[in-house]
C-alpha cells in the first residue's frame, strides 16, 4: 500500500534553512506520470500548497514561497526532499508531503505531517 | 495567488444534508475541472474526499458529493453523522502549475 512519512527538525532557529523528508512507499517517483507535493499548515489555520516535483525532474513552487523553496527526489531512496531557505516564526507548520498524478491535482495519499516550530 | 473562499462553519443534525461552497474566480475553480475536497480530523492528516469535482475515490461514503457552478464549487455530505464531524478543505488548479487551497470550513454536527 501507499505510505508516505515525514521527518525533519522538530525546532530551528529563524534566518536557519529548513531540511524536510519525505521518504515513501508503494510508488516510484520514476513511473511515468508520478509526483509528490509538499503541503503546510500552521497551528489552527488552513492548508497551504508550497511545491511540486514530477517523475520527469520537473518542479513547481508556490508563487509567494519560490524563492525561499527547493524541492528535490532521490528515485533510489524513494525520498522527496524540500528545503525552505531563511525561516521565520511564522513558518511554524505541520508539513506534510503527498502524493499525486500529473495533470490531476489533487492529493490521494498523505503523510501524517510533521510539525515545525520556529523559534530562538 | 488568494485563497479559495469557504464558510468558515456549518453545522447540522444527523440525518440532514448540508454543503459546504467554496468560491475561486474565473482564474482557477471557474477555468478547471479540478477541485477536490479534503476531509480532516482533530491532529490527523487530511484525506482526500472528492477529486475533479465531483468523482469519490474507492472506499469514500456516497453521502458525499461535489459539484460546480461558475467559479463556486460545493460539497454535499447527505445523511449526516457524528463522525462526518471535521474541517474539510477545498482545493483547485489555479493555473500556471499552481494549487490553491480554500481557507477551511468546521464542521458541527448537533
Known amino acids: 500500500q501507499v505510505t508516505l512519512r515525514e521527518s525533519g527538525p522538530a525546532l530551528v532557529k529563524p534566518t536557519q534553512t529548513l531540511t524536510l523528508t519525505c521518504t515513501f512507499s508503494?510508488?516510484?517517483?520514476?513511473?511515468?506520470?508520478?509526483?509528490v507535493s509538499w503541503i503546510r499548515q500552521p497551528p489552527g489555520k488552513a492548508l497551504e500548497w508550497l511545491a511540486r516535483i514530477d517523475w520527469d525532474d520537473d518542479k513547481y513552487y508556490s508563487t509567494s514561497l519560490k524563492t525561499r523553496l527547493t524541492i528535490s527526489k532521490d528515485t533510489s531512496k524513494n525520498q522527496v526532499v524540500l528545503t525552505m531557505t531563511n525561516m521565520d516564526p511564522v513558518d511554524t507548520a505541520t508539513y506534510y508531503c503527498a502524493r499525486m498524478y500529473n495533470s490531476a491535482w489533487y492529493l490521494d495519499y498523505w503523510g501524517q505531517g510533521t510539525l515545525v516550530t520556529v523559534s530562538s | 495567488q488568494s485563497a479559495l473562499t469557504q464558510p468558515a462553519s456549518v453545522s447540522g443534525s444527523p440525518g440532514q444534508s448540508i454543503t459546504i461552497s467554496c468560491t475561486g474566480t474565473s482564474s482557477d475553480v471557474g477555468s478547471y475541472n479540478l477541485v477536490s475536497w479534503y476531509q480532516q480530523h482533530p491532529g490527523k492528516a487530511p484525506k482526500l474526499m472528492i477529486y475533479?469535482?465531483?468523482k469519490r475515490p474507492s472506499g469514500v461514503s456516497d453521502r458525499f458529493s461535489g459539484s460546480k457552478s461558475g467559479n463556486t464549487a460545493s460539497l454535499t455530505i447527505s445523511g449526516l453523522q457524528a463522525e462526518d464531524e471535521a474541517d474539510y478543505y477545498c482545493c483547485s488548479y489555479a493555473g500556471s502549475s499552481i494549487l490553491v487551497f480554500g481557507g477551511g470550513t468546521k464542521l458541527t454536527v448537533l
Open positions: 508503494g510508488f516510484s517517483l520514476s513511473t511515468s506520470g508520478m509526483c
Open positions: 475533479e469535482g465531483s
